[in-house]
């Protein structure tokens, strides 16, 4: 099992940034792919970012291209969320999930985080 702890959310203002962090448990993290959730309310969760297991495959949803970034470092079992250019829109709770299969716009988490709030002030 693979247990995941997200830092790094908070409330900043429209047009700042913020970096979040997906920490896991152990070192078969380098054996899944990485994802960002987010979940606002009254919406359903949508996968707004992806990551394969080497790094070399992205995904990003249409809304944050440009301005999000996805990056992993598997020698430290990290994933990292770069937000910038930040929109009152942008805010939510987003979780990381880990994902043994993922094609597309579609991740399946098969481990998940349990969310770290984003607030943007406009």
């Known amino acids: 099992q693979v247990q995941l702890v997200e830092s790094g959310g908070g409330l900043v203002q429209a047009g700042g940034s913020l970096r979040l962090s997906c920490a896991a448990s152990?070192?078969?993290?380098?054996?899944?792919?990485m994802g960002w959730f987010r979940q606002a309310p009254g919406k359903e969760r949508e996968l707004v970012v992806a990551?394969?297991?080497?790094?070399?495959?992205?995904y990003y949803a249409d809304y944050v291209k440009g301005r999000f970034t996805i990056s992993r470092d598997n020698a430290l079992n990290t994933v990292y969320l770069q937000m910038n250019s930040l929109k009152p829109e942008d805010t939510a709770i987003y979780y990381c999930?880990?994902?043994?299969?993922?094609?597309?716009?579609?991740?399946?988490?098969?481990?998940w985080g349990q969310g770290t709030q984003v607030t943007v002030s406009s």
């Open positions: 999930a880990a994902a043994r299969y993922w094609t597309g716009s579609a991740l399946r988490g098969d481990y």
């Open positions: 152990r070192r078969t993290f380098s054996s899944y792919h």
């Open positions: 990551i394969s297991i080497t790094g070399g495959n992205t």
